[in-house]
């Protein structure tokens, strides 16, 4: 760290040239937030600013160093000019020594979100992207393909109008039109893929004036988390947990590192993805036989009884060999096992966005007994609930 005249040790002075108006960017600053508490403190400038908004540094700034969204050539010539270490954390630009790069696993959040749909029987998997004037390669339709290719699933990608593409916004409300008429003809079930929240809602809107079914005909997942567009919706909106705070911790110590004179890494240092946060959207089967997706919907709308398979069997009218059967069959596990996993899903959630305590969450999601909850949780997600829980809260950091 440097220091003052005095020998005093300088506070940093950083430049946060990031957009607020997303939950992503803000969970990133809240990692930088988390790294400069850390280290006594950082001076940072800030300003709100919107999705649209061109990032720039004022002029009379002067500080050591810059954590920015590089997507303006302008933003990159002025922080060239300033000559500091710069740590950029958007998909918009290539790793470069002079600008690395800290962000979310691009190819991982793309295999993830892809597998939530394969586990669940869909054969067809749809993908709408950025908008083509937005500056994202196909990284991340080339993940959601190697695994769509190496499971035989067909993947669907939706195809912009960019002569009708808005370049002032996302570009999907200028595509309404197109996107629903893709949506009618895509073959159902269906698990649609979406490169952010706001597209996923986008894609809700279309589905309900077009009197298609959501989760069960088009199911929804988010690249995107944003808690604020997942409550706007018809249907929360499942998503993923690309890390933010994570990104925006390693950044500002990237940062730090690079102030003190060591040179940056020759490799973008990637953030996996933490998980799914399974919501309403996504809550539905691509399975084709009819006694497993009915009994997968039993399983789904009752999780929260202390259901037994005895109970599917009563409610679908079937035996017991003939339900493990197709399970084996089409599944290639249990039903046992899916209603477990279907219950312990829905126990993440909740541990990660309420403070119900934890027997009552174990009531909640079906176990008679909090202990069988507890042990039951620890085989499955490799963790016991009340550490998962400090992990994996929003407010609280994971390094």
């Known amino acids: 760290m440097s220091t003052s005249l005095l020998g005093v040790p300088a506070r940093r002075s950083v430049a946060l040239v990031v957009q607020t108006a997303t939950e992503w960017s803000r969970e990133v600053l809240r990692g930088v937030a988390d790294y400069a508490g850390e280290q006594g403190g950082w001076d940072c400038f800030i300003e709100p600013h919107g999705f649209w908004e061109t990032l720039q540094l004022p002029r009379d700034w002067k500080g050591h160093g810059v954590i920015g969204r590089l997507t303006s050539p302008g933003l990159v010539r002025s922080i060239a000019r300033r000559k500091i270490p710069c740590v950029n954390v958007s998909w918009a630009r290539q790793h470069s020594r002079r600008y ?81 008429q893709w949506l009618l003809e895509l073959p159902k079930p269906v698990g649609v893929i979406t490169w952010s929240a706001m597209v996923g809602r986008a894609v809700m809107t279309q589905c309900a004036n077009a009197t298609i079914e959501v989760p069960d005909d088009v199911a929804i997942l988010c690249i995107e988390d944003d808690a604020l567009m997942s409550a706007l919706a018809p249907v929360e909106l499942s998503s993923l947990d690309q890390g933010g705070r994570t990104v925006g911790y390693r950044a500002a110590e990237l940062l730090d590192r690079m102030i003190q004179g ?138």
């Not at 009819?290 to 919907?297: G, L, M, N, T």
């Not at 990660?352 to 039951?376: K, M, Q, V, W």
């Not at 499955?380 to 998962?388: A, I, L, Q, W, Y």
């Open 100 to 180: 690395p790069n800290v962000v979310s696993d691009q190819r991982a959040c793309g295999h993830m979100a892809t597998q939530h749909f394969l586990d669940r029987g869909f054969r067809n998997i749809a993908y709408i992207g950025a908008a083509p004037h937005m500056p994202y390669g196909t990284e991340m339709e080339d993940a959601i393909r190697e695994k769509t290719d190496a499971d035989e699933a067909q993947l669907h990608v939706f195809a912009y109008d960019k002569e009708e593409t808005d370049p002032r916004e996302h570009g999907i409300r200028s595509n309404e039109h197109l996107l629903r």
């Open 262 to 399: 060591e040179p940056a890494p020759e490799q973008p240092i990637e953030i996996p993805p933490r998980g799914v946060l399974a919501r309403r959207s996504s809550d539905a089967t691509g399975f084709q036989d009819e006694v497993v997706a009915e009994a997968i919907k039993y399983i789904r709308e009752n999780a929260e009884q202390p259901i037994r398979i005895h109970d599917l069997e009563v409610a679908l009218n079937v035996s017991r060999r003939v339900l493990e059967n197709r399970f084996e069959r089409f599944v290639g596990r249990s039903p046992a096992v899916i209603l477990r996993r279907v219950r312990l899903e829905r126990a993440a959630v909740l541990l990660r966005d309420t403070e119900l305590a934890i027997p009552e969450i174990a009531y909640r999601c079906g176990f008679n007994h909090t202990e069988s909850f507890i042990r039951s949780f620890k085989r499955t997600m490799g963790d016991v609930p009340s550490h998962f829980r400090r992990q994996n809260r929003q407010d609280n950091y994971l390094r």
